[in-house]
């Protein structure tokens, strides 16, 4: 069978030359005669990998040299615990943006902690915009600002809406839209992102700390739990995850070969755009978020038919377009478009709708 266009939103689709090129690195990777999944990653030559990957991640993010760039375990959700325990020591309080299921877990991991308040939230509406930002509802003593740049589920991102926090060091959840569009790191003091959207298989997370905010974290943390631990290991206190940091690896160097990130930008712009005017231009699809929030990475619409809507997602799998049945709270449809998808796909799918509105009016 061929490869479909897999719009799942998680794990999702690879880039297929990096799949190719692991394939062909499998069994003997450049001559040591072993797999790098069969490596001590105390060897030379994964040393190297690692080296090279962290080297290539703060390229194409051009990150600034008072960072310091983790590649952890535990995904996204363990960061809804580890960003508090690690940073909400000072005044015990932080702000959240509540923009969607991402963000309203880690209000409720974060609230083990400490006291969260919720800055912002469009949960009334079921999260289908953004909400605007009102100052005085900061707390200039928290220790931090906790934002979603993408929500997944929603179909939402943050575009121009950023909250301008003064010296609370801004906290961003980018598992889903890291590496998609340029974003300027030094306006953060932490990023963090599962790499199993935009950046390779599950299992390797990253965490891009600024280094004054590593002064924060309490004595009596679990080893594990320790972002100083970490920073001073360079990620190598214990065993990491070494075929998914290989695998990142490999991605970021496709990003880099296209151009970098901005290139990537250009490219995710067009798909997304290609989906939305199907969207726009029909009369039988809605999208189910505010315009000008509109994810570039997770496309949301719907029928306003149920079964019309389970109708395409079944026939769209049989066309080799699999997982576009949305998440349960928001029903519809969810194409989720992340660098990996190749134009053609983007393509494809806008063809289909057409296709299928045709067909069932
Ligand atoms: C997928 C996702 C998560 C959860 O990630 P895990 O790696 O499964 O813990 C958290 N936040 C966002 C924005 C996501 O897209």
Known sequence: MERVFNFSAGPSTMPESVLKTAAAEMLNYKGTGMSVMEMSHRSKVFIEIADNTKALLKEIMNIPDNYKVLFLQGG????????????????????????????????????????????ASSKDSNYDHIPQLDP??????????????NNTIYGTRMTDNWPDTGNVPVVCDMSSNILSEVY?????GLIYAGAQKNMGPSGVTVVIIRDDLLTRTPDNLPTMMKYTIHAEKDSMHNTPPTYALYLAGLVYQWIKDLGGVSA????????????????DNSSM??????????????????????????KFAKEAEKQGMPNLKGYRTVGGMRASVYNAMPIEGAKALADFMKKFEMENK
């Open 76 to 119: 996204a959700w363990t960061q809804f615990g580890m960003v508090p325990l690690n940073l909400m020591t000072n005044s015990k309080k932080a702000d959240f943006m509540d923009t969607g299921n991402w963000a309203a877990e880690a209000i409720k991991e974060a609230g083990r902690f400490g006291t969260v308040n919720i800055a």
């Open 136 to 149: 005085k509802k900061f707390d200039p003593n928290a220790d931090y600002f906790h934002i979603t740049s």
């Open 184 to 188: 300027d790191v030094s306006k953060f």
């Open 264 to 279: 990537m930008q250009k490219i995710n712009e067009e798909k997304a755009k290609i989906i939305y005017d199907a969207i």
């Open 285 to 310: 699809f809605k999208g189910t978020v505010a315009k000008k929030d509109r994810s570039l990475m997770n496309i949301t619409f719907v029928t306003g038919d149920k079964d019309l809507d389970e």
